[in-house]
């Protein structure tokens, strides 16, 4: 069942723009909540609001627009900068998702939220797999702040009854990202024949496509209104395949065209675990579905960042693996 109107925070950014380009057909009305005036984003959706949250403009749109859903997306998104200055993160992450419930909750009660949180809420578990029961011990600013974001929704929830489907994503790759682990790659190769990265390379990660998570959200926001209420609060949105740093980083080096040597500096980033493995569980229909194998998705965005060296047709690239 189509929803009538969705409203995407963050709508320029990274997932929020593949989430806008997969959902388009599956909605009546679309409504990209932006930053700042973006061409892109203006001609993929039916109205585009270009200002930064929290804002007093959201109340008129919210109380014009009555979206079935909203999915946020809007907010900081790194543990590094995060810790470089957490009353930053703080600002973008809290105080911008308690401006939206405020904002929903006096002027479109009816409104779903999907809340785009992060595996780092988790933080350093004792014991892996992490599962939806894994007890969540944040260490990085980030992932506090997320944390208290999860925790606002069902502040809401219980005090307004806004439905939301928190969704705990754990390392996001594809077209359209410009930062964390294979960015750094992409860009240290363009400059050299080596490649200097943190940690030691048999660190692990759960890497999952931007394409993929989108696909959950669509299925989420398009269940029918009598099932909306069944949805889970959390779910951790992973494939259940950890990787090693150092195998990711050889993939997507073949996958670029580049001969480079890895070297690592044996030093961990702060806030950063060391591993991460995921136990989705079975016969679940609110998970990742179909995903898309790890070559597959590296060869997309490999294509996508070398179309941005190349000054070639990146958007095309983008729209493409949407």
């Not at 419930?101 to 892996?128: C, E, F, M």
């Amino acid at each position: 069942m189509a929803p009538k109107s969705v409203l995407v925070t963050g709508a320029s950014g990274f997932l929020g723009a593949t989430i806008g380009r997969v959902l388009r057909p599956h909605c009546d009305r679309l409504i990209y909540l932006t930053g700042s005036e973006n061409p892109t984003s203006a001609s993929l959706s039916d109205r585009q609001c270009a200002f930064r949250l929290p804002d007093q403009r959201l109340a008129s749109v919210l109380a014009t627009e009555q979206p079935t859903w909203v999915i946020h997306c809007a907010g900081s998104a790194s543990v590094r900068l995060s810790v470089e200055d957490p009353k930053a993160d703080f600002r973008n992450n809290v105080l911008v998702t308690e401006s939206l419930y405020d904002a929903i909750a006096k002027h479109s009660p009816n409104t779903n939220v999907v809340n785009l949180s992060s595996a780092a809420v988790y933080g350093q578990p004792a014991r892996l797999p992490i599962t939806l029961s894994t007890p969540v011990s944040p260490v990085s600013p980030y992932g506090k702040h997320k944390r208290q974001c999860e925790l606002l929704t069902e502040q809401y929830r219980s005090r307004f009854g806004i439905h939301t489907v928190n969704l705990r994503i754990f390392s996001s790759y594809g077209p359209g990202l410009r930062k964390q682990v294979l960015w750094d790659i992409f860009q240290k190769a363009k400059r050299g024949p080596e490649v200097a990265l943190f940690g030691d390379g048999t660190e692990t990660r759960d890497f999952v496509f931007s394409r993929d998570i989108a696909n959950l959200i669509c299925e989420l926001v398009t269940t029918p209104n009598s099932q909306v209420q069944h949805q889970p609060g959390y779910i951790n949105v992973a494939t259940g395949k950890s990787v090693e740093i150092k195998t990711i980083a050889r993939l997507f080096l073949k996958q670029l065209g580049l001969h480079r040597t890895l070297r690592f500096s044996g030093e961990r980033a702060s806030g950063d675990p060391p591993h991460w493995s995921v136990e989705l569980p079975a016969n679940n229909a609110y998970q990742l579905s179909d995903t898309t194998r790890l070559e597959d998705g590296l060869a997309i965005y490999a294509t996508w960042v070398r179309a941005i060296t190349e000054s070639t047709d990146a958007d095309r690239v983008l729209a493409a693996a949407g």
